[in-house]
């Protein structure tokens, strides 16, 4: 049994290779029914997102398994095989547990805290669970990491600090106003990336929306978006006195708002705060409306010197991060070298002389004048019982364990003699020892 991740991500392969090797979520069930097709691959988890595509399996044999991977991507989406192996990476054993849970705990996103791929992890696990391409390993190793991305959301602060620049802007928002609810949000123009801070802002509470463009169509559009109003771009500044949080970036080469503008509207707001965010380059409001009172006013580089502050921070949350990580790492790593068949096998046998012994001494106190012969005749005859009764499938455990779903057999006499729990009492023991270098050959590394 070897765990082995395969993939690219925007670390490895430009976009234009990353969307050929997608994996539509309607086709999921498909995709995944075909990968286990293959002659060595007994498990299989696709994760298929934007910016990364990894194929989690349990093969049988770790080079053929990962020749499995290769072909069947390649098959799959018709690309020629041997350009395909320059943009993939390959992850086995201890290795592949410790890619998966720092990929769970966005430690190898894009942006190290974003929350999406833990739910896109998720997602992944789940899809391969209904479409019953998951066993006892996988479903174990993805449930694992599961736990260990919310370990690490909820013990660090890695998620805490904005790191994008729209995010920047409201975490600047909320500094201002003690509150967005109930807030008004004008936008001048009608880019990305002033919808994609409208609505981080919307999302925070700001419940009206006003839009602006010099094409008029656009702003419509925009507008019902977010259920709010469009008004015509001569028209704005009397617009303004309605808002509380101004977002422009209209690439004007020139400025469109002016500090008697904004001088005006704050003789009609009669001062209350106003917050302007001015995402454009050149900008599109004149920096000297920050000397008014009650007037807050970032540009971009603003935004980015938060960005870069927040981002400083999160490294230090990743930190932590990593250590939760290696810490899990070892954990998982320790039951998944138990499914072999020689350490089960010895649990076995263990577990058999210590009922054997308690069962014998608790007895042998019920016959007190027995000689010295007698008790070691006892003692061959309960240990030759014991030896016989698991014999045979101690024996058949051995045949099974060769089989491409061997480990299952394992997990099997595992799980029906409770040897898990007579393994944490024995961890728990004075003078246990794990046996790394046993547990390395188990895992694949």
Known sequence: MHVIVAGLSHKTAPVEIREKVTFPEQALSDSLHALIGYPYTNEAVILSTCNRMEIYVVASDPDN??????QFISDYHQLNRNELVNYLYFHEGTSAIHHLFRVSSSLDSMVIG????????????NAAFESDTTATILNRL??????????????????????SISYAAVELAKKVFETLSGRTVMLIGAGEMIELTATHLVSNGVNKVIVTNRTFERAEALAQKFNGMAVRFNDFIDHMVHADIIISSTGAPHQVVSKSQVTHVMHKRRNRPIFFIDIAVPRDIDPDVANLYNVFAYDIDDLDSVVQTNLEERKKAAEIAEEIVENEVYSFSSWLSCLEITPTIASLKRRAEQIRKQELEKHLRKLPNLTESEMNTLNSLTNAIINKILHKPIIKAKECVNRKDG????????????LEDDDRQAEDAPGFVTNPELKSKLIGD
């Not at 398994?65 to 290769?70: A, E, L, Q, V, Y």
């Not at 974003?114 to 696990?125: H, P, R, S, T």
């Not at 599961?146 to 805490?160: C, D, F, S």
């Not at 480990?407 to 409770?418: D, N, P, T």
């Open 65 to 70: 398994g990962r020749d499995n991977i290769i």
């Open 114 to 125: 974003e929350a999406q791929i833990l739910g896109q992890v998720k997602n992944a696990y």
């Open 142 to 163: 993805f449930r694992h990491a599961l736990l260990v991305g919310k370990r690490v959301r909820t013990e660090t602060e890695i998620g805490e600090s904005a790191v």
């Open 407 to 418: 480990y299952l057999y394992v997990e099997s006499l595992r799980v029906l003699f409770g």
